[in-house]
């Protein structure tokens, strides 16, 4: 009889074990699989695959989508990454609305959505992210994936006890070899991570791409946080950005030189070993700030938090924080007139090799209209000119 | 009602949950479960599937590498190699106290410097230590102190030091500089450990010893125990030589190496399954906390709690933040383990580089200080760990008060390193 | 890649020996936290986190 009811006790656990395996495992599949729909924007001229510039990537889930629009003026050749850090949603949207929107009237403009598409589809150990957050449109929901800061160990396992960047051999933590930011300029017979960096910088020799900008958040805590980093190849233009914009761009952003002693990072790879210029910009967001309180959807969507802002009563933040928080549109709106500012500067002082858009919103739009109104309704488009991340 | 009261509510639905647990005779690892669960209820999130398998994955490689080490240990043990050793030790080594002190301190140090963790430390090298210490005439709890002590500083030890790689990759630091102003307290701080707790014995009478000690297999040889070690050894060092041109191993799979070299090369048989199912029974209070400390600071991000902590910390006036490092480090570590890395460390971190202070020298004064926490209640999980290895019979509390002086030489060591880590910046080298 | 594989086949052998344990085990305290730490070995083998 005792054998019984433990052999009971026993099922009734693994019973309760396999419900909540099975009920997380679905939540954990449906993000990974979760499809994010892209509608061509009208000067999508062909949408490229990482693969296509090194077939390392080809078949891996780090094949990601590259979203070539063309103007009808030949000019320069510009690469924005969003989703080197999917927990950085911002950065992502903003290619959105570019590969949406933009209408090129010269140059070139490669746009990659899901830069580490690994690390879109897993959620931070211990960060209690929500799975997916969806953007209010005028005609629905648009869901995106929250993804995390390093790529799926599902993709990339196991992790070295220490890991040596290539190839300046500085020693990081180990789990940054996933962190897509910090292994640039990358390998070809690398990791996964590594092998998406040597896909994009052979992307950038190949496409002759004049500059690079890669879209980051950051927490308040941490010192570099709304500004342009650039390489000192891109000091000048970095420079008049950071003035123009707050100046006139109704924001301030700050500007910051890429260090020579933090290898790995785009702003410093990028710029050594193509002949790009590469510039990051940050916008700040509070759901990465440790003294976070709440973490849902709505924090990650509208940024506001009591915990940071008691911090910043303290002096301890790098960036102002009151109860209206950092609300999503706001960081979106401050990278769109940033990347617009830059191209501005640029054709400016290289007319040949300009890059020019349009229809692309700036921050005073976006915050006035909401990121959703630059998103269009996917279910009336032809399969054509549609895509998914 | 604001998010601090809420949170604070949520906070305290935590510990009188985790408090009724314990009083019920439940174990530490499930109380914090349920606190966990409550904290989830409490906090409106209902039982929240996704954050409670997420946060069970938190240490799953850490998990791993405890997991193989321990069998790589054990089969040791079973083929006789422990046993071979400790008799090689005494018989070479008897007459000079001082050298074995050092040669002690060597092998303590070394398994937690490379992997990071103190109870690898405890298990691959702690286990043999300790009958040695108690041929040289140590008690049992002072020799249980000496080991938890250096396996704490082990795991602090570079190359390997999670407590300051977590906080670093969490506020975008590399992992670099740290090599001296981890290994210069730690090698000072088990030197003094040893040699205050251990003078005190007597010489060690080899012969007693040797009739008391199991006989090792006639077949073992120092080749036989070496091997696997150089096997471990030779995978660490050729990743560090040749990163770019080596796949990745991992730990874990270097320790299963290991393993497999000390099972082939046993001179008597070993059962393979039965000391790998032992192996996970004896792991089992290790695992099942990690697993659960993993879910419960999920929890604790998810509700604010996490934050609450941090933001209470962090905004404390900076004489008292750093008076308090000694108690708010070992306890966030008590309860969190590598989880007070990320919780703590990265706002601490933060905080001392906005005054100017140098981050890097303070994280390592930190990390110093946070593997006392490891003895110390609600897991106290390196401290019941040694407990168990040492074969302790006395109570826990009589190796507490043996750690008492060298701990506050460590939190003296660690917190001076905080508050004048502008003037030791030197020792970064950059 | 192959070094991956065997990572699947250590974590698959690490779930069968939790499992066994957990059939072997009469403490009911024990039970349930064998199958707490079940979980992340079984999700990660069936490749869903």
Not at chain 2, 143 to 164: H, T
Not at chain 3, 9 to 32: H, P, S
Request: aromatic letters at 8%.
């Amino acid at each position: 009889m005792r054998v019984n009811v433990r052999s009971l006790r026993k099922a009734g656990f693994l019973l309760l074990g396999a419900a909540l395996m099975l009920l997380a495992g679905l939540s954990f599949y449906n993000s990974r699989h979760l499809k994010e729909p892209v509608v061509l924007g009208p000067s999508v001229t062909e949408v490229k695959k990482l693969s296509d510039y090194f077939e390392g990537l080809e078949g891996t889930i780090n094949d990601a989508n590259v979203y070539v629009l063309e103007g009808q003026e030949p000019g320069g050749s510009v690469l924005i990454l969003g989703g080197t850090h999917p927990e950085e949603p911002a950065g992502r949207l903003a290619t959105w609305i570019l590969a949406e929107n933009a209408v090129l009237e010269q140059g070139r403009l490669f746009l990659i959505l899901s830069a580490n598409r690994s690390g879109t589809t897993v959620t931070r150990l211990g960060g209690a992210y929500p799975p997916d957050y969806s953007i209010e449109t005028p005609w629905g929901e648009r869901t995106f994936r929250m993804g995390d800061r390093w790529s799926n160990p599902l993709d990339q396992w196991p992790d070295p006890e220490v890991y040596i960047h290539y190839p300046s051999r500085q020693e990081l933590a180990y789990m940054d070899i996933r962190n897509l930011n910090r292994t640039w300029p990358g390998r070809a017979n690398g990791t996964l991570t590594e092998k998406t960096c040597f896909a994009i910088i052979q992307m950038i020799k190949e496409e002759k791409i004049d500059i690079a900008i890669d879209l980051h958040e950051a927490e308040l805590q941490y010192p570099v946080i709304s500004v342009i980093v650039a390489h000192e190849k891109g000091q000048d233009l970095a420079a008049m950005t950071s003035m123009m914009i707050s100046g006139m761009g109704g924001f301030d952003l700050g500007m910051e030189n890429s260090p020579h002693a933090l290898r790995g990072l785009s702003h410093r790879e990028i710029g050594d070993h193509t002949d790009a210029i590469s510039l990051l910009l940050e916008a700040p967001e509070p759901m990465l700030d440790a003294t976070r309180g709440r973490t849902d959807r709505k924090l990650l969507l509208e940024g506001k938090d009591e915990f940071v802002v008691k911090a910043g009563e303290h002096g301890l933040l790098f960036e102002k924080i009151d109860e209206n928080g950092w609300p999503i549109d706001v960081r979106v709106g401050r990278h769109c007139s940033a990347i617009l500012q830059i191209l501005e500067l640029w054709t400016e002082d290289h007319p040949e090799r300009g890059v020019v858009v349009t229809s692309v919103p700036r921050y005073a739009e976006v915050i006035e209209n909401g990121t959703g109104a630059y998103l269009h309704d996917h279910r009336k488009v032809s399969p054509a000119r549609l895509r998914f991340e | 009602m604001s998010m601090f009261q809420s949170t604070q509510i949520i906070l305290a639905v935590m510990v009188v949950t985790y408090v009724v647990i314990r009083l019920l005779k439940v174990s530490t690892e499930l109380a914090l479960f349920f606190a966990a669960l409550a904290g989830a209820l409490a906090g409106g999130a209902g039982i929240p599937t996704r954050h409670i398998v997420e946060g069970a994955f938190t240490y799953l490689d850490i998990i791993l590498i405890f997991v193989t080490a321990t069998l790589f240990m054990n089969l040791l043990k079973e083929s006789g190699g422990v046993a071979f050793v400790i008799r090689g030790i005494l018989s070479r080594f008897h007459r000079h106290r001082s050298v074995l002190f050092v040669l002690i301190t060597l092998l303590l140090l070394i398994p937690g410097a490379l992997t990071g963790a103190g109870s690898v430390t405890v298990l691959i090298t702690g286990g043999m230590i300790a009958v040695v210490l108690h041929y040289m005439g140590i008690a049992r709890p002072r020799a249980a102190a000496i080991i938890f002590i250096l396996a704490g500083l082990s795991a602090a030890a570079p190359p390997v030091s999670l407590w300051a790689m977590l906080t670093a990759a969490g506020v975008n630091m590399p992992y670099v500089g740290f090599f001296l102003p981890l290994l210069i307290p730690c090698v000072v701080l088990a030197l003094l450990t040893i040699f205050i707790l251990g003078w005190k014995g007597r010489p060690v009478d080899l012969e007693k010893a040797l009739a008391e000690l199991p006989d090792a297999p006639a077949k073992m040889n120092w080749l036989k125990v070496i091997l696997p070690f150089l096997v471990f050894f030779a995978f660490v060092l050729a990743g560090r030589i040749w990163p770019h041109s080596l796949p990745i191993i991992g730990l874990p799979m270097m320790f299963v190496a290991a393993a497999a070299v000390t099972f082939l090369l046993s001179p008597v048989k070993l059962d393979f399954l039965k000391v790998s199912r032992e192996t996970i029974h004896q792991l089992l209070p290790l695992i099942g906390t990690l697993t659960c400390v993993g879910i419960l600071v999920q929890v604790m991000t998810l509700t604010g709690v996490r934050g609450l902590i941090a933001v209470t910390i962090v905004t404390l006036p900076l004489t008292v933040v750093f008076l308090s490092l000694s108690v708010v480090l070992p306890v966030s570590e008590a309860v969190l383990m590598w989880g007070a890395a990320p919780v703590l460390g990265v706002p601490l971190v933060l905080l001392f580089n906005t005054i100017g202070l140098n981050p890097i020298v303070a994280l390592a004064g930190m990390s110093v200080i946070w593997p006392l926490g490891d003895a110390l209640p609600p897991t106290a999980i390196i401290g019941r760990l040694t407990k168990d290895t040492v074969g302790m019979e006395e109570s826990y509390g009589r190796m507490l008060a043996y750690c008492l002086v060298p701990a506050v030489l460590i939190i003296v060591t660690g917190t001076l390193m905080v508050v004048f880590s502008k003037e030791l910046s030197f020792l970064t080298l950059l | 890649m192959i070094i991956t594989i065997l990572y699947y086949v250590l974590i698959g052998f690490i779930a069968g020996l939790i499992l066994w344990n957990l059939f072997k085990t009469r403490k009911w305290q024990d039970e349930l936290l064998y199958v707490i730490i079940l979980m992340p070995f079984i999700l990660r083998l069936l490749r869903l986190k």
